[in-house]
Every structure is written in structure tokens, then in C-alpha cells.
DNA sequence: GTTGAAATTAGTACGAA
DNA sequence: TTCGTACTAATTTCAAC
């Protein structure tokens, strides 16, 4: 269960294409809006916070789900409280061919909350979720190194849990601090702190990492 | 909004307990169970298919809501089709004594989806999600980059996600593949381990990165 | 902790704008 | 499409066991 398939239409010929079916209008994403902070509210409730009559908000709840914008509702719990409250990311690197033999082998490890293939260094970050710090690495030694697909691990623990949002909204662009002015880059007017960076992007700082060695053929395997 | 603070408590003298309030028996987790997998699930039918009574699933349900166990009911959308469908993790080195000042910043960033303290050689992981790669560039290079508190970045993106769940239960252990023998540092009788783990466990594969340098200082900061 | 009945609310199905 | 209303079914609450 829990298995996703977003980016990279995956393998195949088509390109992935975005906005199959729905069409999201304003609409659409404010209910997608309360629904983040309340799944909960009876749709009487969300067509009133929404501004929209009951009959309505029945139609656009119902067309959400069906057309899978909305894919379930879940619960948020504090993890420490539930005895889990160890957090790491096992950054892994995957031997090539076995793509196939990683994926079926996480999707026998309850214990993994989060798996994302990425460029960079590694492969693939997997969060886990433990009662202590000695589960992990019995997780990573015992469990992990054991699947031929994984060729090395590096993991790093999570201190603590600064921010987490159920997801993002394109709607939620602009409510923090300044927005983007343009689609691309525009130089920012002011902006006075003697960083270093005069007001131009201070490009040095930032890094962007490759996909390692071989990752592109990797994809058509899975 | 949206702000946690799990682990480690923060900064100040008591030491984070664990477990206050609720004590969590085997049906408090069936609940939750039931709860993860639809969060909009009617009491009376929770209560069904846990095995107990109305009144005590709602008494139950209740309790874990108000002592926090479950923060918050929200749902879990399809990110492609809401129009967000790039992801990117953002591994931020943080300058020394500016932490407030940093999460400070991520509270006005509303394209951020999660954001985690680590150990090893960043100090940060933030993920955003977007509607096309040139956002998140802009985004690390406008708005990230122009925190002072922000030393470095590196940034990888997300080709797949895998698997996600929202949650992980210390009652899903045993249902992935073998079980690990005992709950902590319990002497195992067998298995001479005396540094190199006795059977066989391939730890010349696996690196635990430690905590960059003035870490531990930092947090009482922030 | 459980069962049963009353009160409230939710979900559905219409016609009208 | 969207809205408003009436109808039906379900849920929540509260009582006693």
C-alpha cells in the first residue's frame, strides 16, 4: 500500500502530462485549503468556509476525490507520543539493475514513513521512524545492507522537526514574505546586508548536484 | 502555523519524557491505524472495526485529540495534478547563532512542505515543492540564499517518490519481513558482538555521518 | 465499558435560477 | 453550473444498565 508514482512518467512513451481531468479553479483550492487543516469538517461546514452552497461543495468534494486530486484523508500525530520518536534519513546508493528489488523490498519495511529517488550523491532518502536510536542502526545494518540492491548508506538523524505542512498549494504563493516579481531571474533593488552578495545573486552559495553516475538507464528498470 | 518541535526538548531543563499523559494500549493504535488510512472514517464505524463500543471509541478518539496524540486530520492530495508536481530537497547549512533568525524565515515560506534539523554535513533539509524547476532554482537563489543565517545550500531534486505514509505506528513492526529479535539493549544472549557485530552484518557498508561542527551549541539558541 | 433511544446533523435528490 | 429546499439516512449525544 502506500505506493506512489509522481514525477517521471515512468518509463513509458507518453509524456506526463499535467491536468488530466479537473481543471482546479480558485474554488478547488480553497477547498483543498481546509480540507489541509481540517479533513474532518462535514462538507456542510467546508461549503460555508468556502462560500459555496451545500449542493455544490458535495459536486466539487466528490469530483476531487474521483478524479484523485484529494487521494485520502489521514491523521497528523506526534510521533514522540506514539513511541516513535527517533527520526533518521538513510541516504542510499543503489546498485545498479536492482531498481526493481529495492522498491519491493521497502515496501516490506513498515518502519519506512518516506522513500524518494533523487539526483545528487545518492540515490534514494529513506525517512524512518524508530523508538530509539539503536533500532536504526540495527534498521540499517541488519535490514537495509542486507538487500543486494544497496550498495552503500549514509545516515543522518533528524534533531528536530522544524516545520511540516500536509502539502502545498499553488494558492499559497504570496502569503509569505516577498513574491517572485517575474517568472525568472530579475535583480532585487535593495536589500542591505552586508553579506557579501551585492545584490545579485550569490550564486557561489549555492550548489546544485547531478544525478550520480548511470541514474538515467536505472529509471527505465523500475 | 504548522510548527512542531519533536525531539529533543528544547533547549530547556526537564528532560523530554515521554509518553505523558495518554498510555497508549494495543486499541488506542488500532485506532490510529484505522485513522491513517481514512481520517474521515464516522466514530460509529471506527468503532466497528476496531471491535469496541460507540461510547468508547468516542471516548477514546477524544482523548487521543485532546492529548495530543492526533494533532491534526488533514489529506493527501496529488501534488502533479494540484500543479505542483517538482519536488526538491534543500540541504541548508545554517551560520552559528542565527537559528532563530532562520526559522524564523521558514515560517514565511509557504512552498515549503517540511524542514528537519539533521546531523552529518548539513545542518538543515528542507523540502519545497513547485511548479517547474525554474521556481525552485529562483527560490534558492532569491529567497534562500538572501537569509543571512543561511551559509550554504545544496540542493537535489526528487525524481520519484517512492512511498509515502503518513504515519508509522510502533504496532507495524512484524508485519514487513523479519522481526528484530529484542525491543533495546538487551543482552542478546548469542551473537558475540564486540564491536564488528558477531553475525555477519556488513557495516563496512553503512557511514553514520555525525553533527557538523558547533551544532550542539547552536540549538539552545533557537 | 456496553447497549439503546432521542436529537441533531449529514447526505441525496430534486426543481429553479 | 450553481443554488435552495425537502426528504432520507446516518451519526452523535445522552441516558440507563
Chains 1, 2 share one sequence.
Not at 514525477?7 to 481543471?23: C, H, M, V, Y
Request: aromatic share 4%; proline share 4%.
Amino acid at each position: 500500500m502506500t505506493e506512489m508514482s509522481s514525477n517521471s512518467g515512468s518509463g513509458g512513451g507518453a509524456t506526463g502530462r499535467i491536468g488530466i481531468g479537473l481543471e482546479l479553479d480558485a474554488t478547488h483550492l480553497k477547498i483543498l485549503e481546509v480540507l489541509r487543516d481540517n479533513g474532518r469538517v462535514s462538507v456542510s461546514a467546508l461549503a460555508e468556509r468556502v462560500g459555496i452552497s451545500r449542493a455544490n461543495a458535495y459536486t466539487r468534494f466528490e469530483a476531487l476525490r474521483a478524479d484523485g486530486v484529494i487521494k485520502r484523508f489521514t491523521a497528523e500525530i506526534d510521533h514522540q507520543r506514539a513511541g516513535l520518536g527517533i527520526v533518521a534519513l538513510i541516504f542510499v546508493t543503489v546498485r545498479q539493475q536492482m531498481w526493481r528489488q529495492f522498491r519491493a523490498q521497502l515496501a516490506q519495511m513498515p518502519e519506512v514513513e518516506y522513500c524518494a529517488i533523487t539526483t545528487g550523491q545518492h540515490d534514494a532518502m529513506i525517512q524512518v521512524r524508530m523508538a530509539d536510536v539503536a533500532e536504526v542502526h540495527a534498521m540499517v545494518t541488519e535490514r537495509l545492507a542486507n538487500i543486494p540492491a544497496v550498495k552503500a548508506t549514509e545516515t543522518v538523524f533528524i534533531l528536530d522537526e522544524v516545520l511540516r505542512r500536509p502539502y502545498v498549494l499553488p494558492s499559497d504563493r504570496g502569503r509569505g514574505a516577498q513574491r517572485r516579481p517575474a517568472p525568472s531571474a530579475s535583480p532585487e533593488p535593495e536589500q542591505g546586508q552586508g553579506q557579501g552578495q551585492g545584490q545579485g545573486l550569490p550564486l557561489g552559495k549555492m550548489r546544485f548536484v547531478g544525478a550520480a553516475e548511470g541514474r538515467a538507464a536505472l529509471r527505465d528498470e523500475s
